[in-house]
Nanobody, 126 residues
């Protein structure tokens, strides 16, 4: 089974930066589509970014292009989401999710991933 756990969420001020991490279990890391999603109270879950772990292809939501960057450290089976110039509207529970690598090639932003982590809270205050 694919197992995921997020870490790094905390409270930051507007304009600040923060990196959250998603650790995948060692034996299932390669060949995955790993996505970052977020959900704020009263709103639907939305896709933020995704990466194909085997090839490194990346994808971003229009709302975060130029501010967020998704990356990975294959040696640590970890996917990172670097968030810069944070805004109050970025406040949400951030989840990482995983599915077969091919999912990244078609409609990755829809929350249809098979496996999910428990989430990490990111709060941006003004």
């Amino acid at each position: 089974q694919v197992q995921l756990v997020e870490s790094g969420g905390k409270s930051v001020q507007t304009g600040g930066s923060l990196t959250v991490s998603c650790l995948a279990n060692t034996y299932t890391y390669n060949g995955l589509c790993v996505g970052w999603f977020r959900q704020a109270p009263g709103k639907e879950r939305e896709g933020v970014a995704a990466i194909v772990t085997s090839a490194g292809n990346t994808y971003y939501a229009d709302s975060v292009k130029g501010r967020f960057a998704i990356s990975q450290d294959s040696a640590k089976n970890t996917v990172y989401l670097q968030m810069n110039n944070l805004k109050p509207e970025d406040t949400a529970m951030y989840y990482c999710a995983a599915d077969v690598g091919s999912l990244c090639l078609s409609n990755w932003s829809r929350p249809m991933f098979a496996f999910w982590g428990p989430g990490t809270q990111v709060t941006v205050s003004s």
